[in-house]
C-alpha cells in the first residue's frame, strides 16, 4: 500500500495522465495484435472452428484489459487488493443471481473444447433439430426445418443427448412400405430394389437394401434402406420423396399391389349364425 501511495505522489498528475493513456493504447495494440494472430492461425489450421477463434479472442481480451485496468489503478494510487476482495463479495452475488447465465458460459467453453459440432452441421437434441447457424459463449441457434430459428442455452445443449447427422458426410434413411399378402416377396423385394437404385438423389455405395421387418395386419412391411451425401433437412426430404414416388410406380407397373388396412365386422346375426 505504502510502495503504491509514493509512486502515485511522486508522479505528477499530467504524467499518471499520460501514462494511463499510454497503457490504454497498449492495450487496444495488443488486442489488435492478438486479433490478428488468432485469425492468422485459424486461417492456416483446421483445428481452431469460427465458435473456438471468438472464445479464445474473448478470453485473451478480458485478460488484457484487466492487466491494464490494474496496472491504470496503480499508477493514480489505488490498492488492487482491496478491489479484488470487493469484487470477489459481488462476485458471488452475481453468481448466485446469474447461476444459469454463468452455467451457460461455462457450458459454452467445454462445447469448445469438446466439438460435438460446428456451424453448418445438422444435428438432433432432445427438443429441437435443424442445422447449427451460430455458436456463441452463451448459447446455440439452430435453424429448423420449417425456417424457425431456436436459441438454446449452452447448458441445455451440454446436457442433452447430440445426434449429429452430418458429422460422416452421409446418412441413411428408410422408407417403409406394405405389400399384398399374395404377392411373391422375394418379386417385391427385387421391383423395389431395382427401383430405389435409380434414384439420382441416393447414393450407389452402399448399396440400397430392401428387408422384410414385420407381418402386419394387411402387408408384409418392407423396409427399404438407402444412403445420401452431405446430408440435411432439405436433402432428406427429397430423397424420401424419390425414393417413395419411384417405389411407388415400381410396384403398380409390376402389379404388385400395396394393400389397405382391412377390417372384418361381424353383426349379432352373423355370429349366431355361426
Given amino acids: ?61 478480458i485478460t488484457v484489459l484487466v492487466a491494464a485496468g490494474i496496472a491504470a489503478l496503480t499508477i493514480w494510487g489505488v490498492d488492487p487488493s482491496g478491489l479484488l476482495v470487493g469484487a470477489g463479495f459481488l462476485g458471488i452475488v452475481i453468481g448466485t443471481a446469474a447461476r444459469t447465465t454463468i452455467g451457460s458460459l461455462i457450458a459454452g467453453l467445454v462445447l469448445m473444447v469438446a466439438r460435438p459440432f460446428e456451424i453448418g452441421d445438422w444435428i438432433a437434441l432432445a ?20 425456417g424457425e430459428e431456436v436459441v438454446i442455452p449452452n447448458e441445455n ?6 445426434t449429429n447427422r452430418t458429422s460422416l458426410d452421409r446418412l441413411r434413411l428408410s422408407v417403409a412400405v406394405g405389400v399384398d399378402y399374395d404377392a411373391d416377396i422375394e418379386t417385391a423385394e427385387d421391383v423395389i430394389e431395382d427401383a430405389i437404385t435409380d434414384v439420382s438423389r441416393i447414393l450407389d ?7 422384410p421387418t414385420a407381418l402386419g395386419d394387411s402387408a408384409i412391411v418392407l423396409e427399404c434402406r ?49
Avoid at 27 to 37: F, I, P
Avoid at 205 to 211: I, M, N, R
Fill in 1 to 61: 500500500m505504502l510502495a503504491v501511495a509514493s509512486l502515485a505522489d511522486l508522479l505528477p498528475v499530467a504524467v499518471r495522465l499520460a501514462v494511463t493513456l499510454g497503457i490504454a493504447g497498449a492495450a487496444l495494440v495488443t488486442l489488435d495484435v492478438v486479433d490478428a494472430r488468432i485469425t492468422a492461425y485459424a486461417e492456416a489450421s483446421d483445428t481452431l472452428t469460427q465458435h473456438q477463434q471468438g472464445v479464445v479472442y474473448r478470453v485473451l481480451q
Fill in 127 to 146: 427438443d429441437a433439430e435443424g442445422t447449427v447457424t451460430d455458436i456463441t459463449v452463451v448459447n446455440t441457434r439452430v435453424r429448423n426445418p420449417s
Fill in 157 to 162: 445443449v451440454l446436457n442433452a443427448t447430440i
Fill in 205 to 211: 455405395t452402399p448399396a440400397p437394401q430392401v428387408v
Fill in 226 to 274: 438407402f444412403w445420401i451425401t452431405h446430408p440435411s433437412p432439405a436433402k432428406r426430404s427429397m430423397a424420401t420423396a424419390a425414393v417413395v414416388r419411384a417405389v411407388k410406380t415400381a410396384l403398380d407397373d409390376a402389379d404388385i399391389d400395396i394393400p389397405y388396412p382391412h377390417r372384418q365386422l361381424l353383426t349379432e346375426d352373423d355370429s349366431l349364425q355361426a
